[in-house]
């Protein structure tokens, strides 16, 4: 769907402005659905976020105290309690290959929103002669701005 983001915002924003109100609430309830696909992808900043912060991974006794235990008797270090975890046997290169075949068939890879061509489909809106489609255009890059302001500068 990402990957028509730009043809689409061609499309509706001019019919936003359009004379027969039918017409101009559709409009409207695509371009927010639009907004609400754009507005759901993560942001520049919650993927650099997410690529330089590790991973901490807390053992259940590690998250709370146990609170049957006298605060008086607690340490100030959580203790590391061992559990026998089953760690499964390394696959072999057969098996790697198939299950990967098996993930990228069935998720594929993510498709990303063209911020230049959807900037591109937005500013062209700029010269209708409607207020409320200049207005929405502009509402866009905005949002687009704020989302990912590397990708839309560039």
């Known amino acids: 769907m990402l990957q028509f983001v730009p043809r689409l915002l061609a499309l509706v924003l001019p019919a936003i402005s359009h004379d027969t109100e039918p017409v101009r609430d559709a409009a409207h309830r695509v371009n927010a659905s639009l907004l609400d696909l754009i507005l759901s992808l993560p942001s520049e900043t919650s993927r650099n976020l997410e690529a330089t912060s590790p991973s901490v991974t807390r053992l259940p006794s590690q998250a709370a105290p146990d609170k049957r235990e006298p ?16 760690v499964p046997a390394p696959m072999r290169d057969e098996e790697k290959n198939a299950s990967e075949d098996v993930a990228t068939s069935t998720t594929g890879p993510t498709p990303e929103l063209d911020y230049a061509a959807t900037v591109n489909a937005l500013t062209l809106q700029f010269l209708n002669e409607h207020e409320e489609t200049r207005v929405v255009a502009l509402d866009w890059l905005i949002m687009l701005h704020k989302k990912a302001h590397r990708k839309v500068g560039d």
């Open 71 to 86: 605060s008086a008797v607690r340490s100030s270090t959580p203790s590391v309690q061992t559990a026998s975890i089953p």
